[in-house]
């Protein structure tokens, strides 16, 4: 599916449903982890003043608008197994980071206030929802410069993607079957 595509998005909703029905499946999770933040054409983060409207739309639908178009597409199956929600947010959501842009970091925040939302709203109906909020990871698309930031993280190091992968299952499975409208930071502390 394309996450930066309404229309896409109905139709993955549709396909995800008529495959649970197929195979008699439940859907116990729903992991929102999708995110885009352009860059201008040297690789550096847009601020407010220069983010084109059209990239601010961009960013919107794909972190913003797709998980609750997903989960609100995907509520009955959700309830039916007494599902849980997990969205992906960042450290960039809460304060200015030094290589995410403004778009995307205000997307991130807004996707932490739904959380919040969301978890008052599908709550009575069994349905957990939660978030997660990662620092710097090790992956692929770190930006140049990340090795500074790691000197100011109380852990010294980044984070890896099964610490990562980890924490959502947790928020996935019955040992947090009490924890909603949570957003847990994995990030060695550099929030704090």
Known sequence: MDLGDSDSLENAVLQIKERLQDNGSMLHALVNNAGISPKDEEGQRLDSLTTPMQSWRDVFQVNFFAPIMLARGLFEELRAAKGSVVNVTSIAGGRVH?????????SKAALASLTREMAADFGPHGVRVNAIAPGEIDTSILSPGTEKIVETIPMRRLGSTAEVADTIYYLCSAPSSYVTGAEIHINGGQHV
């Open 98 to 106: 030094p290589f995410a842009g403004t778009a995307y970091a205000t």
